[in-house]
């Protein structure tokens, strides 16, 4: 956290935001740590600083009564039933993340949700459309919620560990039918080809602005 004050620092006037959950999920460990109370209130008190976390998990109880300051936006990762199902194992279900997620905007938090990763196979029309017209039920309250679209992607390291892990696992990591792209650090992702990928960004800004109209896309990808 000193660290984080002397990087603000070096960038003022600017409002720098720190991702709490780039490497994994937080609130697991919260209970043990404590560590992710600290740097929510850490930047409760910061002018020129702002903290953001994802969770697949509702236990978040602890750290309803914080003094955020609103500085810390609380997000929620989701996905169809059929995808938390199979492949999140010992996770909440949507309905849990969601009630959690009322909680975190009933004290004070900003709120988002990550659609991630999102799959595009066989009916996943159907399958993200109706995970849609749900959410649009149950964000009607909290109208500045924000929203992050990830598609599935893997690279060769991840392919291989997982595959180490659960040489059966029906995670779709196929290299053929993707489109290898270099990312931004230097390594490459196997990712959906140009076509699939514009007819998702068509369907998914088309639905969520029809379903969704009070929220915001930070990002399509």
């Known amino acids: ?7 603000m620092e070096e960038r003022l006037p600017e409002v720098t935001t720190f991702e709490g ?12 740590t404590g560590s992710l109370a600290a740097a929510i209130e850490f930047f409760g008190r910061q002018d020129h600083g702002r903290f953001r976390f994802v969770t697949k998990f509702s236990r978040v109880e602890g750290l309803l009564g914080l003094k955020h300051g609103g500085h810390t936006r ?25 009630k959690a997620l009322g909680a975190a905007a009933a004290a004070g938090y900003p709120v988002g949700l990550l659609i991630a ?14 995970l ?3 959410l649009s039920r149950e964000l009607a309250p909290y109208p500045g919620v924000t929203l992050e679209i990830i598609l599935h992607r893997f690279t060769s390291r991840a392919k291989s560990a997982i ?14 039918g993707r489109r290898f792209k270099y ?14 990928y514009r007819e998702a960004e068509e369907f998914f800004l088309e639905k969520i602005g029809a379903l969704l109209p009070a929220a915001r896309v930070e990002y399509l990808v």
């Not at 595959?163 to 053929?176: A, I």
Request: hydrophobic share 35%; glycine share 10%; no cysteine.
């Open 117 to 130: 990763p999102i799959f595009l196979e066989e009916d996943w029309r159907q399958q993200y459309g109706e």
């Open 1 to 7: 956290l000193d660290r984080a004050k002397a990087y």
């Open 21 to 32: 959950s780039a490497t994994s999920d937080p609130v697991p460990l919260e209970p043990f």
């Open 74 to 98: 609380f997000r929620f990762s989701v996905n169809t039933d059929r995808v938390i199902g199979e492949f999140e194992h010992g996770t909440p279900g949507l309905g849990e993340r969601l």
């Open 132 to 134: 849609l017209a749900l």
């Open 183 to 196: 990312g931004q650090f230097g390594y490459g992702k196997f990712v959906y080809p140009g076509s699939l």
């Open 163 to 176: 595959l180490d892990l659960y040489p059966k696992t029906r995670l779709p990591l196929e290299e053929e």
